[in-house]
């Protein structure tokens, strides 16, 4: 694993559907520029910068690191651009603590963003390369059927995905970053919005956000105020077109997830962790994630959910921010869980805190199910 | 830093027409020759570059994980960045020491846009995208600068000779003949010569660490010094004759503490060569670009990657004793990267 990694600063922009008043390189600087304030550092401070976006279509700047260098303060320092689709906030965040656990950098800032509000992500998703056919409309409509199977093969009752959309929702009331609130939601108003793709219903889908997510990495003998320690960190990707692939539970989720467990030490991630922050772009990916993470046997996830085992208050609370359903800067999504980890750990989550976590998860994925990120934040040094 | 090696290096036949093979398939014959030179079926970490907008798609690094099978699945990134920062970021994860091999490869299909056009998309959306410049075009600001700064349109024809010459004897590259004396200006004062063909190709590194190394390889391609600058965006800020970026990479990455026997520079301009030069303080004795280079054939988001290779190929030969590969990305060379490595 390397030299220590410590996450030192976390900043975020307030996610919303249109962020008018500012352009991309004002939103991706507004959230570095909180994070080098949380660590009390400057742009100077920094060694790299490691920025992370979905794909370039969906604001049509093609390589925006050239363009953002500025405003990121990069000029005349290394600057990386990560891609690897939903997956990439986290990816990003483990390319940044990759440059300090190797020793070539000592700060680094990792930002990661999308504006959607800037083209159409749906569309942008469904034009497909040449020669090939597009199977879907967007990402809803490719991971419909993964879901159905996943409720046809563990008997889950179809009322489950509601439940996390209506659990991730309320959290969002405490998050004052999130996108989406819904004072009062319920299970009743979730499953009176239309049908999207069955069986996911509108208020069980992710939204399209702007905003950005940023955080300032430091290694060992430059940490500073209160330290998130990186104790596993983890990258799996399996090819999308293998006959026999299980998408509804991906061996390379449960690869990434048994790497990240081995190198922080974690036995039994619901008892050894205290909480996670998980992709979940729709509702049923709560259960389903449940059990490829190993948090539930095979066939079992949904009846954690369904007790409330996951809730703010239950025994292992996820996506206490509200996750991916109440806030979805795509490119920053990933990024945002894992920062939202570190700030678990860090004790500065605010009223969204699980009183004295001490380990958390951060999760992405992204793909055909097909690419994951992980890392293991700690309020102990490794 | 951990002793790490360049131990293989595959590209393919490049070509400037669409020869109907998707991206997967240019890649697949690539990845398999630097598996059958180092032997290995799986790599510690794998990482590559590629760009959506060549094939106006998201995801084309998707269908390449296909092509290398990610089957069992394996520790792998994307750069949407030439391949040489994929080579950096696999470089940087065999620091940490517990890997020793690391599969590194990037592609382009150019054939399927119009790349100079499509750049105009790399710009600030607000303020430059709109002035509606195309690469070449913005090339030839920076061609202008460097012949106001004393340069002369006498060096950018020689190097076009030079490097088509070299091109054409390099079986990898285009087959492109002597520039024609009568040339008339695309972009003043650029003629169609002195900017780098559209080309379809792709290119894959192995790099090993330590004895792992030694065992892959005869005679590795151990990397000394590596590093990457960027410089502000904006045309108007910079010197555009005197790129900062690419002489503090070749400070940051010890270009200068010998001598270099070859230099495989990112030139996909003429005058760009010149200008690498002086940046990043190559003797005048080193032999530049003997692969012909950018101008010979320019996979975009391999073509980097593969003058790390080339320079690597010289060290694992023999041929040369300590080399040189650069890299560029952005508009105006905006972002350089710089790789030494030594036998």
């Known amino acids: 694993m390397g030299d220590r990694c410590a996450v030192i600063g976390v900043g975020q922009t307030r996610y919303m559907s249109k962020r008018r008043d500012v352009s991309i390189a004002g939103l991706v600087r507004e959230a570095a520029l909180r994070a080098l304030e949380d660590a009390g550092l400057t742009f100077a401070d920094v060694d790299a910068v490691v920025i992370g976006k979905a794909p370039d279509l969906f604001e049509g700047v093609m390589m925006p690191e050239a363009y953002l260098a500025d405003a990121l303060g990069a000029a005349g320092k290394p600057i990386m651009r990560v891609h690897t689709a939903g997956s990439v906030g986290g990816s990003t965040a483990l390319v940044g603590a990759s440059l300090i656990q190797g020793g070539v950098h000592e700060r680094v800032l990792v930002v990661g963003f999308e504006k959607q509000s800037e083209s159409n992500a749906t569309w942008a998703l469904t034009t497909h390369l040449p020669f090939s056919s597009s199977l879907v409309v967007g990402a809803g409509g490719y991971f419909a059927p993964h879901i159905r199977e996943y409720i046809r093969r563990s008997g889950a009752p179809p009322h489950i995905g509601a439940l996390v959309a209506v659990k991730d929702r309320l959290n969002a009331l405490k998050n004052p970053y999130a996108h989406l609130r819904i004072p009062g939601i319920t299970r009743e108003l979730v499953e009176s919005t239309p049908m999207l793709w069955e069986p996911i219903r509108y208020l069980e889908t992710c939204p399209s956000s702007d905003g950005a997510c940023a955080m300032v990495l430091a290694a060992e003998h430059k940490v500073t105020g209160t330290p998130a320690w990186v104790h596993g960190a983890a990258m799996r990707s399996e090819t999308m077109m293998r006959a026999g692939r299980d998408t509804v539970s991906p061996q390379a989720g449960k690869d990434c997830a048994a790497d990240v467990y081995r190198q922080a030490g974690i036995a039994d991630p619901r008892r050894d962790l205290d909480v996670a922050e998980v992709y979940v772009p729709f509702s049923w990916y709560e259960p389903m994630w449940l059990e490829n993470l190993g948090f539930a046997t095979e066939g079992e996830g949904w009846k954690l959910t369904e007790a409330g085992c996951t809730a703010l208050d239950g025994d292992i609370p996820w996506n206490p921010s509200g996750g991916v359903l109440s806030s979805n800067p795509i490119g920053a999504s990933g990024l945002i869980r894992f920062a939202e980890a570190a700030l678990q750990v860090r004790g500065l989550a605010g009223e969204h805190q699980v009183p004295g976590a001490r380990r958390a998860l951060g999760h992405a994925y992204g793909g055909g199910a097909q690419f994951f990120a992980m890392w293991i934040v700690g309020s102990e040094k490794p | ?343």
């Open chain 2, 1 to 343: 830093m951990r002793e790490v090696a360049v131990v293989a290096f595959a590209q393919t036949r490049h070509s400037a027409v669409d020869e109907g093979l998707s991206e997967p398939e240019l890649l697949l014959p690539v990845i398999r020759a630097v598996r059958e030179s180092t032997g290995l079926r799986s790599f510690g970490f794998t990482c590559s570059g590629s760009c959506d907008y060549l094939a106006g798609a998201p995801f084309s690094f998707v269908s390449a994980l296909d092509a290398i099978g990610a089957w069992p699945p394996i520790s792998e990134s994307h750069v949407e960045m030439d391949g040489a920062w994929a080579l950096y970021e696999a470089w940087v994860r065999l620091q940490h020491g517990d890997i020793d091999t690391a599969l590194v490869y990037g592609f382009g299909k150019s054939t399927q846009t119009d790349p100079y056009e499509l750049m105009t998309l790399q710009l600030d959306p607000y303020y430059l995208a709109p002035l509606g410049l195309d690469e070449i075009s913005y090339a030839a600001l920076q061609a202008r600068a460097w012949l106001d700064a004393g340069g002369d349109e006498k060096t950018m024809r020689e190097v076009v000779r030079r490097s088509r010459a070299a091109g054409r004897a390099n079986p990898d590259a285009l087959d492109l003949p002597d520039p024609p004396g009568d040339e008339s200006h695309l972009v003043e004062p650029l003629r169609p010569s002195d900017v780098a063909p559209v080309t379809d190709g792709a290119a894959a590194v192995v790099l090993a660490a330590g004895d792992r190394a030694r065992e892959l390889c005869e005679r590795p391609a151990w990397i000394t010094g590596i590093a990457h600058r960027i410089d502000p965006h904006y045309l108007g800020m910079r010197n555009l004759a005197r790129p900062a970026s690419a002489a503090d990479a070749a400070r940051a990455a010890g270009a200068g503490k010998g001598a270099i026997d070859v230099a495989e520079l990112h030139v996909r301009y003429s005058h760009e060569e010149p200008i690498l030069r002086e940046a990043l303080g190559i003797p005048d004795g080193t032999v530049v670009n003997p692969s012909g280079g950018p101008l010979a054939a320019n996979p975009i988001m391999a073509a980097g990657l593969i003058r790390i290779g080339e320079a690597a190929r010289r060290v694992m030969s023999g041929a040369a004793v300590r080399a040189l590969g650069h890299a560029t990305s952005g508009p105006c060379l905006q972002h350089n990267l710089v790789t030494v490595m030594e036998g």
